[in-house]
Structures are given as C-alpha cells and as structure tokens.
C-alpha cells in the first residue's frame, strides 16, 4: 500500500486518501484536526529531535551508509486508525448480513408455524427492509441537521420485534432456553449497536463542522452532586452555553467571589455587600463572569449617558426643524401678502386707467354733440334769414310796382334800409347767440376734460400708492429674510454649542474615567477594604461635582449636597442610610486633603 501523503503542523492539513477509502473515512480525519486544534497541547517535538540517533553501518571500505530514516509516530497512529475503520466497517456489513441471514431463516420459520402460509417467504424480509430504510432515514436527516424522533423509534420498535421474534423461533418458549433464545438475539442487537454508533459519529461531525457542539454533564457530576449537576444543566440549556469547562469556571469564581464577600461583611454580608455586589449572583443564570456583573453599572451608566445625548441632540434637532417651519410658514405667509399687494396695485390702477378713459371718451362724445348741434342752429337761423329776406325783397318788389309810385320810393327804401338794418342786427344777435352756446359747450368740454385729468391723476396716485404698499411689503419680506438668516446663524450657534458641549462631556467623562481608574488602581495597590474604596468613590463624585461648575458659579466651600442621596444609592447599590455614612465619610477624608 502507498504511503499516505505528509502532513503539515497545522490543523486542517490535507492527508491522501488511500485505495478502498471511503470519503466518509477520509473526512473523519480530515474533521477530527481542526477540532483537536482549538484545545491547548503540549509542543510536539519535531521528528528529527524525537528519532534516536541513526547508526551507520561499516562495509568494508570503510564509508558509512546512512540508516533510512523513522517513519514519525502520528502518521503510523493515522495509518493505523484508518485500518481501525476499514475492519469495523467490513465488521458490521458482514454482522449485518449474517444477522437478516440468520434473521430471515428464524423469522420464516416463525412464521410459517404461526400459519403465514406462501407469506411467511416474504415476512422477515418485510421487516428487516423496514429496520435498514427507517435507520436509513433516520441518519440521513441527522446528516441533514433535521433530525426526526419518528423513524428512529420505528426502527427501534422494529429491532426490538425482530430480537423477540428471534429469541422466540427455537422450539419452546424463552423461559425453557434461554440461551438459544440469547444466541438468536446477539446479531441483531450487534447490528443496533452499529447503527447507534454510526449515528453518534455522523452527529458529532456535524456538530464539529458546523461548531454546534455541546458539551455534556459528565455522569459523575449526575452521581456525587444530582442538584448542582441540573442546575449547571438547566443553564447550560436555557442560555445556549455550550462550554460545561466554561460553567465550570463560572460556578468557581462565584464561590470564590461569594467566600471573598462572607470573609469581607461577615454573616450578614448578602445585606452589608449592596446590591451592586450582589449583580453576579443574578448574572450568572446569563452565562456572565463576576467581572462582567460587576462591571454592568457602568456598562449601563455609559449607555444611558448615550442615550441622553441622543435624545438631546434629537430635540435640537425637532426645535431648529420646527423654527425652519415656522419661518417658513411666515416666509410664505409674506410672499403671499406681497403678491395680493401687487394685484390690487394692478386691479387699481386698471380701474382708474378704465374710468379716466370713460370719462374722456363721455366728453369728447359731450363736446361733439355740443359741436354739432350749435353748426345746425346756425346753419338753420342762417337759412331761414335768407328765405325772409327773399320773401321781403319780392314784396318790396309787389309793392314797388303796384304803388309804382315815385314818391314813396324813398320812404320804400327808407323802410327797406331800415329793415334790412333791423334783419341784420337780428341775424348779428342769433350769430352771437351760437357763438355764446359754442363757446359754453368748449367750457363743458374743458370742465369735462380738467374731470378727466383729474381722474388720471387719482389713477397715478393711486398707482404710486399701490408701488409704496407694494416697497413695503418687499421691505417686510425682507425684515423676514433676515430675521431667518439670523435664526438659522442662532440654530447653527446653537448646533455648535452642543457640539463642543457633548465633545466636553466626553472629554470630561473620559478624564473622570481615567481619574477613576487610577484611583481604582491606587485603591488595590493599597488593598483598601469595600468600604474605604466606597467612601473615596463618593469623595470623588462630590469633588467632581464642585469643580463641573463655572469658575463663577463655584462657591469657596466644597457643598456635599452637589451629590444626592439617590445618587449614590444608585452607584453604590446601597440604602438611603449607608448612602448618608458614605457621603459624610467622603466629606471627612475631602477635609482630611483627599483631591480624588
């Protein structure tokens, strides 16, 4: 056979997969590494510092041939464990088969003398076909990670049958001989144990390759300690602990820490300790170390500091979006304002544009009117002073030839001048009787048009007035701007100051930490006892107290009520009255020129 490939150090290391070796075998070993891996051993030496000594031989020339060198003791272990499995697997198929043999012929013997007829033939293979698929299948889901209780208790039920049926094919009943009754059960619970095995194996690698494993309580915890052993169990289940060395180390340091604080308080120490002291008591149910407990206070002080912060720059945060709102709204508000300005301006100044333009328009049509109906008169007075004087010249005629009398020609034309002079005074009056109406409906026209004017010019100051209301409101709206500009400079002011407010608290809480924790060192190196290394936890809250305060705000005397009551019973987990002992206590060794 060849040899295996080599081996790195490492875990995990490939390894050569021999002739006639199954994967499962080559994962066996290929798995086993890496889980060995994680538990501390021991420097393995390498295989030249382990081999004794080569001896050469001599030939008789006098050279020395070197000896072959020593095959390293792991990989002879290897060798050997991988012919292990290959002998057990032969072992249990060749149990298996001479057990359904043996089985097949005791079962149909059976049967046929319980009156099975032509099916006894078929019985016994009936019921091993049924043992091989239901633990078949019952490692197929187990090597899935979904194991199911039904095919494995099926497959039990059956095994547990057919071990009966066995025990019971010998002529008799069991009682009579028990050991062929013993003989025909040995195959099949060899083949049981074989299959449980298997079983237990491809469990264990799946927990190895998936890292599920967990540990067991050992049976001789069960047997010494039945309590205390339910008690690690039940843990170990309810809080998903895997590590029963790790439960272990948790249960001793908790009886170390519980003798530690008996020996400290004495008999009354669960009431002297404080509830702080208590925490890991309670924690351990949550797979926690006593470090842990203890150190859950300021775990949770830290987290709610966080959580304030939060919540104050989260309301900061609501107050500057609700000013942004606000000032949004008015900005709106006052665009809105500006714009109705500017349309009443306009609908204004249309309006006065309107009526100017309806007024002109009434009076030019006024002064037409006027115009035309003085041209008529006169026109009309004209024409009928024409037909009188034609009607007057031919009875001047008539009259002339009828008197034909040259006498009166001269009174005639006496009394034509002077009625002619009279016609023409009276024609001269209606001539200035138009003259006056026209000269009247030029005033109208003139009154008609100074309205006009008049009107124009509300038109104009109307339109000046609407362009101061409309300078106005852009002058609010721009006070607005800028009272927006200015509250968004406050809100940034703002932001800033809690910024560099939260970035001081941090600074400071990280100081304080330091400072506590070199007291805390001081406070060990010291070896100071509980109570001593509470007073001076106290003495440095109320020192860090006084000197959080301004310059100009912090009094000459350092005052202990900076610190409440409550406070420290939340720190130290104690009541109201050792809250007091502690706080005056602290008080003394501040007087006694303790600085933290």
């Given at each position: 056979m060849p040899d295996p490939a080599p081996l790195t150090a490492g875990a995990g290391a490939p390894t050569a997969t021999h002739p006639g070796e199954t994967a499962s075998m080559q994962d066996v070993m290929t798995t086993a590494q890496p889980a060995a891996a994680h538990r501390p051993t021991a420097a393995v030496p390498s295989a030249?510092?382990?081999?004794?000594?080569?001896?050469?031989?001599?030939p008789p020339d006098g050279k020395t041939v070197p000896a072959a060198p020593a095959e390293p003791p792991w990989r002879m272990s290897q060798r050997a464990m991988r012919w292990v499995i290959r002998v057990s697997i032969v072992a249990a198929v060749v149990v298996a088969a001479i057990g359904f043999t043996g089985s097949y012929e005791a079962l149909r013997t059976l049967a046929e003398g319980r009156g099975f007829g032509w099916f006894a033939k078929f019985f016994p293979i009936g019921v091993d076909a049924g043992i091989v698929g239901m633990y078949g299948l019952d490692l197929l889901l187990v090597w899935l990670r979904m194991p199911k209780a039904l095919p494995r208790l099926i497959a039990h039920v059956l095994t547990a049958a057919t071990i009966l049926f066995n025990a019971a094919a010998p002529k008799g009943s069991i009682v009579d001989d028990p050991l062929a009754a013993g003989m025909?059960?040995?195959?099949?619970?060899?083949?049981?144990?074989?299959?449980?095995?298997?079983?237990?194996?491809?469990?264990r690698l799946q927990q190895l390759t998936h890292r599920t494993e967990t540990?067991?309580?050992?049976?001789?915890?069960?047997?010494?300690?039945?309590?205390?052993?339910?008690?690690?169990y039940r843990r170990m289940r309810l809080r998903g602990i895997p590590s029963y060395k790790r439960m272990v180390e948790l249960d001793r340091e908790l009886d170390v820490y519980r003798a530690w604080l008996r020996h400290t308080y004495g008999k009354s120490w669960k009431k002297e300790a404080?509830?702080?002291?208590?925490?890991?008591?309670?924690?351990?149910?949550?797979?926690?170390?006593?470090?842990?407990?203890?150190?859950?206070?300021?775990?949770?002080?830290?987290?709610?500091d966080q959580r304030a912060a939060a919540e104050a720059t989260r309301k900061a945060a609501a107050e500057a979006a609700k000013r942004d709102r606000e000032?949004?709204?008015?900005?709106?508000?006052?665009?809105?304002?500006?714009?109705?300005?500017?349309?009443?301006?306009?609908?204004?100044?249309?309006?006065?544009?309107?009526?100017?333009?309806?007024?002109?328009?009434?009076?030019?049509?006024?002064?037409?009117?006027?115009?035309?109906?003085?041209?008529?008169?006169?026109?009309a007075q004209t024409a009928a002073l024409a037909a009188e004087a034609a009607r007057a010249q031919a009875e001047h005629d008539a009259r002339q030839g009828e008197r034909e009398l040259k006498r009166r020609e001269d009174e005639a034309a006496r009394e034509e001048a002077a009625e002619k002079t009279a016609r023409q005074a009276a024609a001269e009056a209606a001539t200035a009787r138009a003259l006056a109406e026209k000269n009247a409906a030029e005033a109208r026209a003139a009154e008609e048009e100074k309205k006009a004017a008049a009107a124009r010019e509300e038109a104009a100051a109307a339109d000046r007035r609407a362009q101061r209301e409309a300078a106005e409101a852009q002058r609010e709206a721009d006070h607005w701007e800028g009272e927006r500009l200015?509250?968004?400079?406050?809100?940034?002011?703002?932001?800033?100051?809690?910024?560099?407010?939260?970035?001081?608290?941090?600074?400071?809480r990280e100081e304080a930490a330091l400072r506590e924790q070199a007291a805390v060192e001081a406070e060990d190196v010291a070896r100071m006892g509980?109570?001593?290394?509470?007073?001076?936890?106290?003495?440095?809250?109320?020192?860090?107290?006084?000197?959080?305060?301004?310059?100009?705000?912090?009094?000459?005397?350092?005052?202990?009520?900076?610190?409440?009551l409550g406070q420290i019973e939340e720190v130290l987990g104690?009541?109201?009255?050792?809250a007091g002992r502690r706080r005056d206590a602290a008080m003394d060794l501040i007087a006694g020129g303790y600085t933290g």
């Open positions: 030249r510092a382990a081999a004794p000594p080569a001896t050469g031989t001599a025909h059960a040995i195959l099949p619970l060899l083949f049981v144990a074989a299959v449980e095995t298997a079983r237990h194996l491809v469990i540990d067991q309580v050992p049976l001789h915890r069960w047997l010494l300690s039945p309590w205390s052993a339910w008690v690690t404080g509830a702080a002291a208590l925490l890991p008591f309670g924690m351990i149910e949550y797979g926690m170390s006593v470090e842990e407990a203890l150190d859950q206070p300021r775990l949770q002080q830290e987290a709610a000032l949004d709204a008015k900005e709106h508000d006052a665009d809105a304002a500006i714009r109705e300005q500017r349309i009443a301006a306009k609908v204004t100044q249309a309006t006065f544009g309107i009526k100017a333009e309806t007024v002109a328009a009434e009076a030019g049509a006024k002064t037409a009117e006027a115009v035309a109906r003085v041209e008529a008169e006169t026109a200015a509250r968004e400079a406050e809100r940034a002011r703002l932001e800033k100051e809690t910024a560099e407010n939260l970035a001081e608290a941090a600074r400071l509980i109570g001593e290394r509470a007073d001076r936890k106290v003495a440095r809250m109320i020192l860090a107290a006084h000197y959080a305060l301004p310059d100009e705000e912090r009094p000459a005397q350092i005052d202990k009520l900076r610190v409440s104690v009541s109201t009255s050792v």
